[in-house]
């Protein structure tokens, strides 16, 4: 079983930056999938970022050139660096991980992933 803990979430104005940590317990973590994905009031879940266990990334046009996606895996650590925050950034942002393997890419495109975290808000204004 894998548990997926979210932190840093909070308030900002627009243009800030916040830094997304999502600590996963677990074996073979290096071996997972992760991603980032949000939900806004009254929207439906949209993926944000994902990365591979090679450390290739994918990201969602709306957050093109502004988040970036990593991971640390000697520290069981993903994150997600957010910069040039806007308004409708605002959003419950939840880890995801995912062990079964095949294409990580395909995953975060089908936010097929069978772990989540409880998520962190992030608020922009």
């Known amino acids: 079983h894998v548990q997926l803990v979210e932190s840093g979430g909070g308030s900002v104005q627009a243009g800030g930056s916040l830094r997304l940590s999502c600590a996963a317990s677990?074996?073979?973590?290096?071996?997972?999938?992760m991603g980032w994905f949000r939900q806004a009031p009254g929207k439906e879940r949209e993926g944000a970022a994902g990365?591979?266990?090679?450390?290739?990334?994918s990201y969602a046009d709306s957050v093109k050139g502004r988040f970036t996606i990593s991971r640390d895996d000697a520290k069981n650590t993903v994150y997600l660096q957010m910069n040039s925050l806007k308004p409708e950034d605002t959003a419950m942002y939840y880890c995801?991980?995912?062990?079964?393997?095949?294409?990580?890419?395909?995953?975060?495109?089908?936010?097929?992933?069978?772990?989540w975290g409880q998520g962190t808000q992030v608020t922009v204004s």
């Open positions: 995801a991980a995912d062990l079964r393997g095949g294409s990580c890419y395909t995953r975060f495109v089908t936010a097929e992933y069978n772990y």
């Open positions: 677990g074996h073979a973590y290096s071996s997972y999938c």
């Open positions: 990365i591979d266990s090679d450390g290739s990334t």
